[in-house]
């Protein structure tokens, strides 16, 4: 049914309607105007773009992105607006996420556009009126403006005039008679178009005015001629007439003229019209304008020579120059000399097929693009002809015989798709070339086009048949075959792979294979098969005759010459048929079948086995004969020797047995007379497989069938009665030569018995000796006695009488021994003398190893191991290298590290300053400003070379009292950063956000960012002792840890989540993150969702609404069977990946930084010990709050922000659906951690509840993993005399901004972070003294306003101060810039201790001990004992003396070239070696005295005890070699981990900059569209405006909220102005008054209220805190006054 369209009457037609009513009237009838003006715009941009538009209803909205407005630029200036160039011009992104403010963008471009064309300015709209639909009807009036205008310039059709004929909807007009009194935006005039363009013409207005009109006159007259002069005229500056057309403009001009003066009066009869409207009305509303008269001028002309073109079609003769010249005319592009009878033939071929289409009309004419199209065609067809034509003869030249053999160049030829060839195959090229080659042979002549692409089909699958040989599968190469353009004949699918397989061997011996040869094998292997099928038949009939056991049949089947069986013998049919039937039972057994066949290899293997087994047989039963015969002739020789006869295989036959056989045989012969058996002409033998055969002695033949005569009863030997014949007289002469052989051992064994005869003699004979062994000793010891009595006393005797001989003998006998000895091992020596260096070498690094364990592992190392490595102590060139290499990585770090921090924080400010930009109309300038400041602060960072070296005044001025000054912060800040207490209590006696900035910017300054161990040793301190303070004082119960917001928490986590954090997270969690976004599947845990996806997908699939509701609870929804279904994959997928992150957090727990865990062991140990009777599984949660919660699970939820993946500027990595994968997965995660589990209305995820039981349980163990960490001493290596040891004063770089707000933080608080009165902190504060301003520490002449004690007061001070000051010169806010970089810029700070103790000064007992240590280093390298106290006592000697004082002056000589080497004295030199005290400088023996006294000053303080002879002290020396080994380590790691960090944080730089250089673009592309605006705004800018409000209107606006020290009756007395700044719109001076009188004066900047607004502050104070204000109602006001919102 069709709606009836809105009849708004005439609205002076019924003079009963009221006021309201006719307004209401005039609007419905404005409102059908502008819908009649969309409707228009609408129809023109379809037909300019060719595609389809939304309705004029929704025209406005879809303009907003600007994408059709882009397409409608490149329409006509293609060259200004390239299509890549047009954002999001498939509408995609709009689609999916709506408007980006990169739309924008295709905005500018349309202005662009327009701009090159040449549209007057005045027509343009804001980008805010398109983009934020601010002011739609402008655009609609911009593009009937560049719709005329294109006209004009004959680049487009005129729009049409729709007025009246457009039909609407009363419900259409009505809503958008609503839009536009919502608005209330003024109608643009549509019908004063055509004169504006006409007044912004640069010639004489009224000159131009006169000859339009005159024209107008003239065709209204209807005289030709004056028509024609009047277009003539100069004045009227029409281009392009032509007075051959003069009747043509006649008609055509005045015929549209009368049009528009018809639909004027359509438009205005509807109109109330007084005297007053009338007068008012635009003459060009009934007149053709100039722009109107130009393009009808340009068509008129264009339509007059289409149709002298047509008319020249029609013509049979056509001349080539007059068509030619006519294209030229009409404008038509590409028109080349040439092709005159291609364009003829196409313009005659495109008009003919347009009048089939409309046979009826005769005058059918072809329009300017139809040409323009058939001209571009003809030319496609001319060059395509004559490359055809010159790539054939190219192909002819190739296949010439003088012509290169190049395959490859004729398929370059061929696959030219210029050149018009059907489709080719390229990956045989020498098919093509071959085959080519011999056509032309054949024909004797050039092949045509048309002759070689007839050939191409068969040539392609001859190429591709030659391809799938060379592949070699079966499959491909029939299917390429088979290609009916091969033609190729007996293709029988039965035996395809015997074809295939044929081919491809045939194609391994060719080039390639041609038709014949193709076919040629084809038919060969088809005659091969035709006889394999005959003998498979002849096989066939053999096995049915074994089977049948028919002996003729079976002789008949194997002698069939199809089978080609050899050496069959009739003879042997019944032995073939009795084998080929066991073969066929064995086949029948292995192969379980029920009737196996014999194959043809297997019948000729048996036949071949029957012929060999009848050979054997009757050789074996002639061999067997002859022996028989040989025993009947009475020769035993003889019969041996037929025994040895191989055929008949007898064994173990033996020579000497010879005549023995023989007589055994006759025995065994006369015995089977004796049986009464006789002689048999047939005799049977048992071959070797078990069958028997039949041999004639006397005719000596043998057969297999048993013949009639045969008898068994013979006494013929067979062969087994003579093997068992050789076997038993073989085995019994074997044994009588075995007894011979064996005689040796038969006597050993008759020996052995007879000695166990011997053997039990003897034990009688022994048995009676032991029976009378007492009486048998006594004999024998008293014949012994007297023998030995007698031989010693002659000895005796024989020595007294050669006393002085023996003596002389024994002298001679040693001395020569020892002689002897001595020379043998000198000479050995001599000959090892290389493995002896080698075991001295291996056993002094023994010793060296033993002894460096020792220093290492043992409490006290003896003193000679602790000489040993003394020398370690010594510091070499690579340490101060290393070190130099050190700080300047260190300050490199920092620099970069803040440096990132202010960039982001400025780019954070940019994106929030562009998004007010678009949404609240802030001032451009504005954020141009901000850019600017970007750059120049980028450019500050990069030129920056240090920490402000150059000054040479200020603070670090060569002067007494700034030195003083400097050394005084030093020692502050070196108090500071090493005693925790008074910054872990400052931190909470400021605001919560005041503390988190002051973190940030100067404590972890202070701390240098903990970039090496030491600082971050003492950040460690700083954290426990906080947190300590804070959970003794703030925390009551143990879950106000999880539920609260703890400060120190909250530091932890964010410095744990710089370089090395992140990168920690980066190696935990990248893998488990990117497999996750890999994945294209949703992990959907909603009931609810699922089931409205189902429903989609089922509505999607079978275009059917669903029968089911769409809106259901969860219970509902999860009553399906399908909901169920697709839930459990969902939390299978959930589970799935939720293990994959469980397992990667607790399988790298040493990738966690271990600063953070330390704390987390702070925070368990700190709870445990306050709440004592909490369950260590509730403290356990809290450790997770802090380790999972707080530090893990932000950077899973947000992998982007936290550097866990890579984004690059302007693109967001993570879509919609990856988001809420990652929120699933950590929300399941955060849930084990605290072991919840899914209940009430998460009943549906009851299946993995089990799983989270798993989980926290495992989350439990890896918490107290995470606990299990040691000491920050125990780690980092360090004690109290650690900075004693270091070569390098450790350093901070710190701005004087902060140093300032340091100083003055500690004064406010000083009492309470040093409640002591004898706190070295007081006396540090008074000798600093007050607070210096930024001018002393700067050393500026001029003054700065002071800062106040508070941060936000010294801001608004510091806002006031420059509001006040705005009138002052150009140079004074130079130099406060100046000044105000200077602060924030860094200064480096030397730290050093305050009390720096004289070296003679023996009250310090840290400096006596350290002095004592430096000289007991001195004395233990010249000396060397046991113990200490024995050094001490021994005497030097004067070698040991003169090495003392040679070792003083080696350390002189260094210490003199190093300070040469830098160039500068000790007392400024970066890095301090050891002193040479001048107690180092004393003598041996009075520096060991001075020594012992020292010692005995540290044992009264129980240091050092003499009872363990000083061992105390030498541990402590074993301690500094150690410490200098692993700091030595630890630097080089501190090296290589500052070195990875400066690399991440150039690269975040980098990506920094590449977000800078993102929003500079974008900022360049606003200035370029407001450019020209900016230009005409200053042309026309007016006076700026000024309000006044006294405080009472204020007041009850609610913007003034109170007036300190005003009664609120005195509100009215107080005038407040606000006017807008001349130079800068975006500031406000606010002026008040009191009874008349100027009061104050302040400057607001509008850019402060919308980042106050932005930031949620309501309120805020003016006039130095005199005024309250409310911000969001100041802001409108402002808005709606000045802004127009």
């Known amino acids: 049914m069709e709606e009836s369209r809105a009849d708004f009457g005439s609205i002076t037609g019924d003079e009963r309607l009221t006021a309201d009513e006719m307004d209401n009237k005039r609007s419905q009838a404005m409102a059908y105007e502008y819908l009649c003006h969309l409707e228009e715009a609408k129809q023109w941009m379809e037909y300019c773009l060719q595609e389809e538009l939304p309705p004029s209803t929704e025209l406005e909205e879809s303009l907003r992105n600007g994408v059709s407005l882009a397409k409608l630029g490149h329409y006509f200036a293609s060259e200004v607006v390239p299509v890549r160039k047009i954002y999001d011009k498939d509408l995609k992104r709009f689609q999916q996420r709506g408007l980006h403010f990169k739309h924008t963008d295709n905005i500018n471009r349309w202005f662009r556009a327009m701009e090159h064309v040449g549209v007057p300015m005045i027509f343009y709209p804001e980008t805010t009126d398109i983009y934020d639909r601010k002011n739609m009807p402008r655009t609609i009036y911009c593009l009937h403006a560049l719709s005329l205008f294109l006209f004009k310039l004959g680049k487009a059709p005129q729009m049409k005039d729709l007025y009246g004929i457009a039909e609407f909807t009363e419900e259409q007009v009505t809503i958008m008679q609503t839009e536009l009194e919502k608005y209330g935006i003024q109608l643009p005039q549509f019908n004063k178009i055509g004169g504006i363009l006409a007044n912004e013409m640069s010639v004489d207005e009224a000159s131009l005015h006169a000859a339009v009109i005159a024209i107008n006159e003239a065709l209204e007259a209807g005289d030709v001629a004056a028509t024609c002069s009047a277009l003539l005229n100069p004045q009227a500056h029409l281009e392009g007439v032509n007075e051959g057309n003069a009747e043509s403009y006649q008609e055509r001009l005045l015929q549209h003229k009368r049009a528009k003066v018809e639909a004027s009066q359509n438009k205005n009869k509807d109109k109330s019209m007084d005297e007053e409207a009338i007068a008012d009305r635009d003459m060009y509303e009934e007149l053709l304008t100039h722009a109107e008269l130009q393009g009808n001028l340009s068509k008129i002309n264009v339509d007059v020579k289409l149709e002298t073109l047509n008319v020249l079609l029609r013509g049979e003769d056509v001349e080539a120059a007059s068509l030619v010249a006519i294209l030229k005319e009409l404008g038509i592009a590409n028109v080349e000399e040439g092709n005159e009878t291609w364009y003829r033939h196409q313009l005659i071929q495109d008009l003919d097929a347009k009048k089939v289409q409309d046979p009826e009309n005769d005058s059918v004419l072809l329009v300017k693009e139809e040409i323009q199209s058939s001209v571009t065609n003809a030319n496609q067809l001319a060059v395509k002809h004559r490359f055809r034509k010159s790539t054939v003869a190219n192909i002819n030249t190739l296949l010439s015989e003088d012509g290169d053999i190049d395959a490859d160049k004729l398929m370059k030829f061929l696959l030219d798709p210029e050149a018009g060839f059907p489709e080719v195959f390229p990956d045989f090229p020498a098919v093509h070339f071959n085959e080519l080659l011999k056509a032309r042979h054949e024909k004797g002549s050039e092949l045509t086009h048309d002759e070689i692409a007839a050939l191409l089909p068969r040539l392609n699958a001859l190429a591709r048949l030659n391809k799938e040989l060379v592949a070699g599968d079966v499959s491909q190469i029939w299917v390429a075959a088979q290609q009916p353009e091969l033609g190729l004949e007996h293709l029988d699918d039965n035996f395809r792979t015997r074809i295939c397989d044929a081919l491809v061997e045939e194609k391994k011996n060719h080039e390639y294979l041609n038709i014949d040869q193709v076919q040629g094998k084809i038919d060969c292997v088809n005659a091969e098969i035709a006889v394999e099928l005959a003998r498979v038949e002849g096989v066939n009939e053999l096995n049915d005759a074994l089977d049948g056991s028919d002996v003729d049949a079976m002789l008949k089947a194997l002698q069939n010459p199809t089978l080609k069986l050899e050496n069959v013998d009739s003879a042997n049919i019944t032995h073939y048929i009795r084998l080929m039937k066991k073969k066929k039972d064995a086949k029948r057994t292995a192969e379980e079948e029920q009737a196996p066949a014999l194959w043809i290899d297997e019948i000729q293997e048996t036949l071949d086995s029957t012929n060999q087994q009848t050979k054997v047989a009757l050789k074996q039963a002639s061999a067997v004969a002859a022996v028989n015969m040989a025993i009947e002739d009475s020769d035993w020789e003889q019969s041996y020797e037929m025994l040895k006869h191989p055929d008949l295989a007898i064994t173990a036959l033996t020579f000497e047995c010879g005549s023995t056989y023989y007589d055994q045989f006759k025995v065994v012969k006369e015995d089977k007379i004796t049986e009464g058996k006789g002689e048999t002409d047939w005799v049977m033998y048992k071959t070797r497989e078990g069958d028997d055969y039949y041999f004639n002695i006397d005719t000596l033949d043998g057969t297999w069938d048993q013949p009639e005569q045969f008898n068994p009863d013979t006494i013929q030997l067979s062969k087994e009665e003579i093997q068992s014949v050789v076997n038993d007289v073989s085995a019994a002469y074997d044994r009588c030569q075995w007894y011979k052989d064996n005689e040796n051992q038969i006597v050993k064994l008759q020996s052995f018995g007879r000695m166990c005869i011997a053997k039990r003699r003897y034990n009688e004979r022994k048995n009676f000796m032991d029976n009378q062994l007492p009486a048998i000793v006594t004999i024998q010891s008293a014949w012994r006695g007297h023998v030995q009595r007698k031989k010693f006393a002659e000895r005796i005797k024989h020595l007294q009488e050669n006393t002085q001989a023996v003596v002389t003998i024994q002298k ?874």
């Open 812 to 1685: 001679f006998v040693r001395m020569w021994k020892l002689r002897r000895a001595f020379l043998n091992r000198l000479d050995y020596l001599k000959d090892q003398n290389k493995s002896i260096v080698k075991l001295q070498a291996w056993f002094r690094s023994n010793k060296a190893r033993h002894d460096y364990k020792t220093l290492i592992g043992v409490e006290n190392p003896p003193l000679p191991v602790v000489r040993r490595f003394v020398h370690l102590l010594d510091q070499r060139a690579t340490d101060f290298a290393e070190e130099i290499e050190l700080q300047e990585l260190k300050k490199s770090v920092i620099q970069r590290i803040k440096g990132n921090n202010d960039h982001e924080k400025a780019l954070n400010t940019m994106d929030i300053k562009i998004g007010l930009l678009v949404k609240n109309r802030i001032s451009l300038q504005d954020v141009i400003n901000h850019s600017h400041n970007l750059r120049k602060k980028q450019a500050k960072d990069i030129a920056a070379g240090g920490d402000g070296g150059g000054m040479a005044t200020g603070l670090k001025a060569l002067n007494k009292a700034n030195r003083a000054r400097l050394e005084a912060y030093q020692h502050l800040f070196y108090m500071l950063q090493t005693n925790p207490t008074y910054f872990g209590k400052l931190i909470f006696k400021m605001p919560v956000g005041r503390s988190t900035d002051f973190m940030q910017q100067v404590i972890f300054a202070v701390y240098n960012y903990a970039s090496n161990s030491r600082e971050e040793y003492l950040l460690l301190k700083l954290f426990r002792t906080a947190l300590q303070e804070e959970i003794e004082s703030k925390v009551d119960k143990v879950k106000e840890i999880a539920t609260g917001n703890p400060l120190v928490i909250k530091m932890v986590v964010s410095f744990n989540r710089g370089a090395k954090g992140n990168s920690s997270l980066r190696q935990i969690l990248a893998p488990q993150v990117s497999e996750v976004l890999k994945k294209k599947s949703v992990i959907n845990t909603s009931p609810i969702e699922i089931y409205k996806a189902w429903i989609s997908q089922r509505e999607m699939e079978t275009g059917e609404a669903s029968d089911l509701p769409y809106n259901v609870t969860t219970e509902q929804a999860y009553a399906h069977k399908e909901v169920i279904s697709r839930m459990q994959d969902s939390l299978n997928q959930l589970r799935q990946a939720t293990d994959g992150f469980m397992n990667a957090i607790c399988n790298n727990i040493d990738q966690i930084p271990y600063g953070l865990r330390y704390i987390a062991k702070c925070l368990r140990n700190l709870l445990s010990t306050k709440f004592p009777e909490t369950p260590d599984e509730e403290v356990l949660k809290m450790v997770g709050n802090l380790i999972y919660y707080r530090f893990i699970n932000p950077a899973i939820i947000s992998p982007d922000v936290f550097d866990i993946i890579d984004v690059t500027a302007g693109n967001t990595t993570l879509n919609t659906d990856q988001r809420r994968n990652l929120g699933s997965i950590a929300k399941v995660l955060q849930f084990a951690s605290t072991g919840k589990s899914f209940v009430d209305d998460h009943s549906h995820m009851d299946p993995i509840n089990q799983y989270m039981k798993e989980a926290y349980e495992r989350f439990k163990t890896f918490f107290k993993a995470v606990c299990d960490v040691p000491e920050p001493e125990e780690k980092h290596n360090m004690d109290e005399f650690s900075d004693a040891v270091l070569l390098v004063k450790p350093v901070i770089f710190i701005s004087l901004k902060e140093v300032v707000d340091t100083h003055k933080l500690l004064v406010e608080h000083e009492e309470e972070i040093a409640p002591d009165g004898n706190d070295p902190l007081h006396d540090m504060l008074e000798e600093l003294g007050d607070v210096p301003d930024y001018s002393t520490l700067l050393g500026t002449s001029h003054h700065h306003h002071r800062s106040s004690p508070n941060r936000s007061d010294s801001k608004k001070e510091n806002h006031q101060a420059g509001s006040s000051e705005g009138d002052k010169s150009g140079a004074g806010n130079n130099d406060k810039n100046q000044d105000n970089e200077a602060i924030k810029a860094e200064i480096s700070l030397t730290l050093a201790s305050r009390v720096e103790v004289q070296e003679d000064d023996d009250s310090d007992v840290k400096n006596l001990l350290l002095r004592t240590k430096r000289m007991v280093i001195d004395i233990i390298r010249i000396q060397g004992k046991e113990n200490l106290k024995l050094v001490l006592d021994t005497t030097a000697t004067d070698e040991q003396e003169d090495l003392h004082m040679a070792n003083i002056s080696k350390l002189e000589n260094q210490k003199r070239e190093l300070d040469e080497k830098e160039n500068k004295k000790d007392e400024e030199s970066v890095l301090k070696t050891r002193s040479l005290l001048n107690e180092n400088k004393l003598p041996l023996e009075d520096m060991k005295r001075r020594v012992l006294r020292n010692l005995e000053k540290l044992e009264t303080h129980q240091i050092v005890s003499q009872e363990d002879n000083y061992q105390s002290i030498v541990n402590m020396i074993a301690r500094d070699i150690r410490n200098q080994r692993r700091y030595r380590q630890r630097r080089k790691q501190e090296l290589s981990k500052l070195m990875q960090n400066e690399e991440r944080l150039e690269q975040k730089s980098k990506s920094l900059e590449e977000q800078s250089e993102y929003f500079n673009q974008y900022i360049k592309s606003c200035l370029s569209s407001l450019t020209a605006k900016s230009k005409q705004q200053k042309k026309k800018k007016k006076k700026a405006m000024t309000i006044k409000y006294t405080a009472m209107e204020l007041y009850r606006k609610k913007i003034v909220l109170e007036v300190e020290g005003l009664d609120q009756s005195k509100f009215r007395d107080v005038l407040f102005e606000i006017s807008q700044n001349d130079d800068d719109a975006g500031k406000f001076v606010v002026a008040a008054k009191f009874c008349g009188l100027n009061m104050d004066k302040v400057t607001v900047v509008f850019q402060d209220l919308l980042q106050l607004q932005y930031e949620g502050v309501n309120h805020m104070k003016m006039f130095e805190g005199r005024a309250r204000v409310n911000v969001n109602l100041l802001i409108f006001l402002l808005n709606k006054k000045f802004f127009g919102k």
